[in-house]
Structures are given as structure tokens and as C-alpha cells.
Nanobody, 125 residues
Framework: QVQLVESGGGLVQAGGSLRLACAAS????????MGWFRQAPGKQRELVAT???????NYSDSVKGRFTVSRDNAKNTVYLQMNSLKPEDTGVYYC???????????????????WGQGTLVTVSS
């Protein structure tokens, strides 16, 4: 069982900053890519930012230059620093991780995609 627990959401005024954190726990061999997605009311879930185990990052165009994703492999934690927040950044932010687990029945390693429960970010104008 692998779990992701997010923290750091809240209410902030436009132009402000927030930092989200997501910690992975449970039984896994290694964490590959970690990242953040968000879902605004009435919209589909969309990619915000991802970071690989080698610290390669990818951002959506809407957050480039304002958000920074980072990770602490020793703590199995990924962060999202959000600056210059806009009302359109409002939504539920979900942590995502692609982990490698050992599957005893097949005696092999396989990938598992895991999602957090989400944390609400509200940016007021």
C-alpha cells in the first residue's frame, strides 16, 4: 500500500504565495516521477508540474515562471512553490506519483500510479 498525503492549501489573495507539500509513505521500491495536477470547478483535471527522479521538470504554460516544483528524495516528498497566484489558479491540487513496487505473486517489479486526496487552493481577487 502506497499513500500520498498533501498539505499546504488554503486561501490567499491574488499576487500571494503558497507552498504545497506531498509526502509518500508505504511499501515501494523507488519513486519515479512525482507531480501536481489541479482541477478547477467544472473543468477537467490538468497537469501543473512534474519532476523526475533525476530532477528534470515540466510545467504547464499557464504556471511557467510562477510555480516551482522540487523534491526531497530522502523524505519522499514533492513540493510546489506557487508565487504570483491568480484567481484562475483556484482549484483542488492533487499530488501524483509513479512508484515501483514489488509484486510477490509474479515475483516481479511493476509501476503503480498513486494519487493524493487533494488540497484546496483558493485565490481571491
Amino acid at each position: 500500500q502506497v499513500q500520498l498525503v498533501e498539505s499546504g492549501g488554503g486561501l490567499v489573495q491574488a499576487g500571494g504565495s503558497l507552498r504545497l507539500a506531498c509526502a509518500a509513505s508505504g511499501s515501494f521500491f523507488v519513486i519515479n516521477t512525482m507531480g501536481w495536477f489541479r482541477q478547477a470547478p467544472g473543468k477537467q483535471r490538468e497537469l501543473v508540474a512534474t519532476i523526475t527522479s533525476g530532477d528534470s521538470t515540466n510545467y504547464s504554460d499557464s504556471v511557467k515562471g510562477r510555480f516551482t516544483v522540487s523534491r526531497d528524495n530522502a523524505k519522499n516528498t514533492v513540493y510546489l512553490q506557487m508565487n504570483s497566484l491568480k484567481p484562475e489558479d483556484t482549484g483542488v491540487y492533487y499530488c501524483n506519483a509513479r512508484v515501483v513496487i514489488y509484486d510477490p505473486p509474479s515475483a516481479t517489479y511493476r509501476y503503480l500510479e498513486v494519487w493524493g486526496q487533494g488540497t484546496l487552493v483558493t485565490v481571491s481577487s
